[in-house]
C-alpha cells in the first residue's frame, strides 16, 4: 500500500486547511495511520494518529484543540483538519502507516511524499 498526502498550501496565520492522506489499497482495521511534520533541519515530529479499527485518536500537545485526524474507512483516506494554523506550523507534512501506535518516526514503515504547509504572518 502506497500513501499520497495532499491539501498543503499557503494560508494567512489564523487559516485553516485538511490535508489528505490517500491510501492506494485497503488499510486494515488493525492499522494505525500518524501524521508527521517536518522543519527545515529539524527532525521529523509527530502530530497526530488514529486506529484504524476504532478511530481512537492521538494529538500531540501543541496542536490538541487545533488540529482533528479524521477517516474514511470506505476511501481508505485519512484526514488533518488543521485550524487556527500559525506561523510555526509551516512544514512539510507526511502521513505513515504501521501496525501500532507510536510518536515516533521508526514505529511506521510506511511513507508517503510530503506536502507543504506555509503560514503566513
Known amino acids: 500500500v502506497q500513501l499520497q498526502a495532499s491539501g498543503g498550501g499557503l494560508v494567512q496565520a489564523g487559516s485553516s486547511l485538511r490535508l489528505s492522506c490517500a491510501a492506494s489499497g485497503r488499510i486494515f482495521s488493525s492499522a494505525v495511520v500518524a501524521w508527521f511534520r517536518q522543519a527545515p533541519g529539524k527532525e521529523r515530529e509527530f502530530v497526530a494518529a488514529?486506529?484504524?479499527?476504532?478511530?481512537?485518536?492521538y494529538y500531540e500537545d501543541s496542536v490538541r484543540g487545533r488540529f482533528t485526524v479524521s477517516k474514511d474507512s470506505a476511501k481508505n483516506t485519512a484526514y488533518l483538519q488543521m485550524n487556527s494554523l500559525a506561523p510555526d506550523d509551516a512544514d512539510v507534512y507526511y502521513c505513515?502507516?504501521?501496525?501500532?501506535?507510536?510518536?515516533?518516526?521508526?514505529?511506521?514503515?510506511?511513507w508517503g511524499p510530503g506536502t507543504q504547509v506555509t503560514v503566513s504572518s
Open positions: 488514529i486506529r484504524w479499527g476504532s478511530g481512537i485518536r
Open positions: 505513515a502507516k504501521g501496525a501500532h501506535y507510536g510518536t515516533t518516526r521508526d514505529t511506521y514503515p510506511t
